[in-house]
């Protein structure tokens, strides 16, 4: 073989099958974090809040690597929370009146009945800690009885009333703020806590007795 054929040969590298490349996840990856890290990542994207005790797996995986998921959500000008004692991880937009941050995460406010039943169930769980529970339970029936209290006409009849309370409770569900143990009967989660603060619960609950008392003059 020649000096310049051998010289081409070398040249020449085959590429090597994404399969055959462990540090790989996909052709063309120029990532650095390892595929595990990478979901754990997407999934506080994807998510309001990655819980402990639903996700083990997940939640045991961002804790061994912390501060490489922190880093690159600060990169994208967002804040990781990690609230070791309740099981939650969670995340929050970096604003600055400094500097000029980019908006990636837009806030999804609650509905009207969403925060009425919001407040009931920061209530009763506070109660329920304050007696020394370690799970606070609520029915959907109660639930209804003190929520649509807080309804007026304008918010049509009881039937439509009731069908907003329990969307209310469907989408709460989904967050992770409270699970169905049963058909009607709901575990509430401390994440209950982090979106409803005391002082946030206490502002609220002044806000629903002038409500009341407005309407009751009325």
């Not at 009425?116 to 800690?129: A, D, F, G, I």
Request: include cysteine; charge should be negative; charged fraction near 35%.
């Amino acid at each position: 073989m020649t000096d310049t054929a051998a010289a081409e040969d070398e040249a020449f590298i085959s590429p090597v099958p994404m399969e055959s490349d462990p540090d790989e996840c996909f052709a063309g990856d120029r990532g650095v974090l390892a595929p595990e890290v990478r979901r754990v990542l997407v999934r506080l994207l994807q998510r309001r809040y990655l819980l402990a005790e639903r996700s083990k797996e997940d939640w045991s995986v961002l804790i061994e690597n912390q501060q490489l998921v922190e880093s690159r959500l600060h990169d994208l000008f967002v804040r990781l929370v990690v609230d070791t004692s309740r099981g939650v991880a969670y995340k929050q937009q970096v604003r600055s009146d400094e500097l000029d941050v980019p908006i990636l995460l837009r806030d999804e406010a609650y509905s009207r009945a969403e925060t009425l039943v919001l407040v009931y169930l920061r209530t009763v769980y506070q109660r329920e800690s304050t007696a020394g529970e370690r799970q606070a339970r609520v029915d959907v029936e109660e639930v209804e009885q003190t929520v649509l209290s807080y309804f007026t006409d304008t918010d049509g009849d009881v039937a439509r009333r009731q069908r907003a309370v329990r969307g209310a409770l469907a989408r709460l569900r989904q967050e992770g703020i409270v699970e169905e143990e049963s058909e009607g009967r709901f575990l509430i989660s401390p994440l209950v806590e982090i979106v409803l603060s005391a002082d946030r619960l206490r502002e609220l609950a002044s806000w629903l007795h002038t409500e009341n008392a407005e309407e009751a003059a009325s």
